[in-house]
């Protein structure tokens, strides 16, 4: 919608080809269904956020701006407000108000939108695009070629494939001869060996901190670090710093072992944390091990954290030994879990993979090897982390291949 907009604003007559009966199924549940448009931070805290391939935004993102974006839709009358993280969204809380917004704009440019129509192929001649094959209502009407001076490819991902995105962009591509990154979901909840987080399905953990490590060849290095909030689940864990670590796991998931520790204690060095222990177990030296743990950990958690620790549930804390409390102390801090999986395409955000950038003109948004094929967001081998830094994407390449165009 970005890209039509803007081809449009620069005087070419664009069509807008999209299966669905409406457009921006994806956008209307973006956000909880506030859309979270953009992010208000820094040029380097943006790049920061961008998980796989950052410098290939440069262009883009520089020539539309994340105050390009809030420009953009403020001009549209669609006022927007900055959140905690300098989230921006609509002051309505409505993602419909950014569809509103952008579909108001398509048909005030004369933009041709054809719903219900997909597209089944790209017609390319002597590594030139020349237009698209498509079908409305599937099956119902025939294959219609429609012949265009450019097309530009903004099918996205795979991740929600029930909003439209079921990573067509990737067999067209494919089929034109571009290399294309496995897709994986990323910003996706992760699933573990063990059973504990069953035991405690529904525990929300605030203030925690998070390390994922990876085991490869018997080497182990911590490859993302994270402060926030979880959740445990009836397959294993999820929560905005879980999500965040999941974009950085599919790789390693694939070469060997991911292990999540939690810190259940990040404000406490392990010497306070003894101390606080200490404290705990002489206020109830005659308690049973078992009924020791209640004011430092949460109710639910307790009975793992026993189970864990090694210690007799029915010993009596006063003769609970140092070694056995040192123990106790290393899984409160590093509360460890095997990772075994992502969740599904279903389940993800976005999904990480897609076009290979080394395939495209990042001042163009072109393809290099075929001539008026132009690409745009999420379709592209391109990820942020949350904040607003996806559509981020998705608005910047798609500003950039409708003024290219
Ligand atoms: C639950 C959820 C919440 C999210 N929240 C946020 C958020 O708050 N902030 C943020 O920055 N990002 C968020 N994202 C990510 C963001 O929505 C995507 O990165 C962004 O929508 C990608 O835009 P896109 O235009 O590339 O692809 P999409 O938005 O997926 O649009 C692609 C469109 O192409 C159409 N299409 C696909 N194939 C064909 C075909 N063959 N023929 C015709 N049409 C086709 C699809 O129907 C779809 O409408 C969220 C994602 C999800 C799933």
């Known amino acids: 919608m970005m890209a039509a907009v803007i081809a449009a604003r620069n005087g070419n007559g664009v069509t807008l080809i999209e299966k669905n009966e409406k457009l921006g199924k994806k956008l209307y549940v973006t956000g909880k269904g506030r859309c979270n448009v953009t992010n208000a931070c820094d040029t380097e805290h943006l790049f920061q956020n961008i998980v796989s391939n950052a410098k290939f935004l440069y262009s883009s993102f520089t020539s539309f701006t994340n105050h390009d974006v809030i420009h953009f839709f403020e001009e549209l009358h669609c006022p927007?407000?900055?959140e905690r993280g300098e989230r921006v969204f609509p002051v309505s809380d409505k993602s419909s108000d950014i569809i509103k917004a952008l579909s108001l704009e398509c048909?005030?440019?004369?933009?041709?939108?054809?719903?219900?129509?997909?597209?089944e192929q790209l017609i390319i001649k002597n590594h030139s695009c020349l237009g698209v094959v498509v079908q409305q209502k599937k099956g119902v009407f025939p294959l219609k070629e429609l012949f265009a001076d450019a097309v530009i490819l903004s099918t996205g991902g795979l991740s929600y494939p029930s909003t439209g995105s079921t990573g067509d962009g990737y067999r067209f591509a494919g089929e034109?001869?571009?290399?294309?990154?496995?897709?994986?979901?990323?910003?996706?909840?992760?699933?573990?060996?063990e059973d504990d987080p069953v035991k405690m399905q529904g525990l929300t953990l605030k203030n925690i901190e998070v390390s994922f490590w990876s085991e490869t060849d018997g080497k182990k290095h911590s490859f993302y670090r994270g402060f926030g909030e979880m959740i445990f689940t009836h397959f294993g864990v999820s929560g905005p710093v879980i999500m965040s670590g999941s974009s950085y796991c599919s790789g390693y998931l694939r070469k060997g072992k991911v292990r999540l520790t939690i810190d259940l204690k990040p404000a406490l060095t392990e010497e306070e944390l003894e101390r606080r222990i200490i404290k705990d177990f002489e206020e109830m030296k005659n308690?049973?091990?078992?009924?020791?743990?209640?004011?430092?950990?949460?109710?639910?958690?307790?009975?793992?954290?026993?189970?864990?620790?090694?210690?007799?549930?029915?010993?009596?804390?006063?003769?609970?030994?140092?070694?056995?409390?040192?123990?106790?102390?290393?899984c409160i801090k590093?509360?460890?879990?095997?990772?075994?999986?992502?969740?599904?395409?279903?389940?993800?955000?976005?999904?990480?993979?897609?076009?290979?950038v080394n395939e495209i003109n990042p001042s163009t948004m072109e393809s290099k090897k075929i001539k008026n094929l132009y690409f745009a967001g999420e379709v592209l081998d391109l990820d942020a982390l949350t904040g607003g830094y996806n559509l981020q994407i998705a608005w910047s390449t798609g500003y950039l291949a409708g003024s290219s165009v």
């Open 107 to 119: 048909s005030r440019l004369n933009v041709t939108v054809l719903l219900s129509t997909e597209v």
């Open 176 to 193: 034109a001869g571009l290399a294309v990154t496995e897709p994986f979901p990323a910003l996706v909840p992760l699933e573990t060996e």
């Open 334 to 356: 590093a509360f460890s879990l095997n990772i075994k999986n992502t969740r599904g395409f279903s389940e993800a955000v976005i999904t990480k993979g897609g076009v290979k």
């Open 287 to 330: 308690a049973l091990f078992k009924n020791a743990l209640f004011k430092l950990l949460p109710k639910v958690m307790v009975p793992v954290m026993v189970e864990r620790s090694r210690i007799d549930p029915d010993k009596k804390v006063n003769m609970v030994t140092k070694e056995e409390r040192r123990y106790l102390l290393r």
């Open 80 to 82: 927007l407000k900055t």
